[in-house]
């Protein structure tokens, strides 16, 4: 896509001729048999906007209850990929999935970056009456301040698994709203109060694609990779030095503790922890390997 978009002489935005060509390329492999994508539901979530942006609507996509289900599906070979969140710009890592890829056999595929619109909804117009708030723990954070000066102190704010499920819980209750996103205002038919209301206005959320399959190098690549580190002193310096003298750059350097000990308190405490270093290229084409 990143090559059409390269290409393109016009009249049509690079964007566009993107999604074209991503639906024809969609619709042949279906003519065989359709991808299957598992998400993270229900639907109307972003993850099914990313998994749709990267695949097209030809691909079927199966709305999980959990990310752990979406990644066993997967990992079973009941179906073809899973796309996972796993950054956003404004609330950071998203926990659970780093925590699955280090004991999945999976491999990242592909990469999807969405920017990210939150709209208050609800099912009557107007904002009186708003008992509660439904919104992913994230889209609550993501929307503090806009909550804060919009709305009363005495609204009620409560966290659901998604934000689908939010817009699903308000279609139900006139007292309520949900913060989701123009999916899901469609899928429940519901008002948009107001729209944009998440308080960083370049709010992007990064998916990865997951798969079995082993993908070669394009020339514009990033490699993440899942390592352990016992606690020692200088260990993550070792770990990190054949980094630096085989000259790959590394763009983000990610920390979690290990499940060995069963609380999380100072890096001084952990038995060990687990790093995801992403690094420029394709590892194929790195100088020497053996730091692999």
Known sequence: MRRI???????LPGEAVARLFREIMSECPALERPLS?????PEGTFTQLAAVKHFGHAARTIACNSIDEAFRLVESRALDYVVAPVENSTEGTVGRTLDLMVSSPLKICGEVVLRIHHHLLRKIGGTEGIARVYAHAQALAQCHEWLNKNLLTTVER????????AARLASEDPS???IAGQAAAERFDLLKLAESIEDEPNNTTRFLVLGHQDVGPSGKDKTSIVVSAPNRPGAVHQLL???AVNGVSMTKFESRPSRACGTMFSLSTWKATTAMPTLTGHYRGWPKKRHL
């Open 241 to 243: 030095t054949p980094v």
């Open 5 to 11: 978009k390269e290409i393109n002489p016009g009249p």
């Open 176 to 178: 309520a709203a949900a």
């Open 158 to 165: 409560l966290s659901v698994a998604s934000n689908a499920e």
């Open 37 to 41: 994508v598992a998400y993270l539901g």
